[in-house]
């Protein structure tokens, strides 16, 4: 048993993506998990994308117009600050479902969708001289509250400055992570994109950082629990670790998953090109 055996029944939650759920019924206070608990923000991810594609194929479909969607997804941002700062001045016992929420997770995938509609709409956008002006200075301050939030905001009890953070402060952590990724699109020779287009940064971050993400929490805690690690050791062990079990599991799990979805892919394409998707041949007939 020991810490992992007293967690299994989390395995369901985070295999079928509903640990926020889970979490969001605790006390803020609840003991973290030694195993699976970090799921909670893959699981609002994949919620999130189930809402997500069928609007964008509903505007896409229905209205034909990008520049609706702009204006919707706006919406739901304020929409959803606003949510938060109810549920904090009380309509709830704990922080937690604020913290886990799906619902008011919702607006930070938004403002990153946000930011590609209004690329894809603006395609000149990038080449705006006032706009990498703007970034130029944006960038480093975003960069710097990224910072300041992580050194104030723990991960493992309630938040310092948790009003701030529960209400507005996830959202602005959300439009600073838009501004650096955003610096990158415009800056091609910024420190930062630079930096992120490292081969020793970027193959890890494409091939790896999902299984790492996994893997590093229970290492971590197994440490922590079994052999009563200090943070420096702790650190100089899970590193290597994590990304020795992502490795594995890229090639024993993840790519075989990539050869089916690309088999699944093509078949797709060939769907759509013969005119056999039932959505293009819709489009086709109210074309003609």
Known sequence: NGIFGDHVGEIP??????????????PYHAAI??????????AIEEQFYLVWAPLLLIVAVRMRRLRALQWITVAVIVAVVAERFLLYKGLIP???????????RADQL?????LAIVFYRRPALPASQALRRALTVLAPLSAAFLVAIVTVVPIDGPPR???FYLTIGMTLVALAAAILIASTVVLERSPLTRLLGARWLAV?????????????????FALKAYLHTSAPVTFAVVLPATVAAAIVTRALVENRCDRLRARLETAASSAVSEGRSPLIARLRADAA
């Open 33 to 42: 998990s030694a195993t699976l608990t970090h799921t909670w923000s893959l």
């Open 13 to 26: 939650a985070a295999l079928f993506y509903v640990m926020d759920f889970t979490r969001m019924q605790l």
């Open 204 to 220: 890890p971050g494409r091939q790896w950082s999902y299984s790492m993400y996994i893997w590093h929490f229970p290492i971590t």
């Open 161 to 163: 400055y948790a009003h």
């Open 110 to 114: 938004m403002l990153g969708c946000l």
């Open 94 to 104: 704990s922080s937690n479902r604020i913290y886990n929420g799906p619902d008011t």
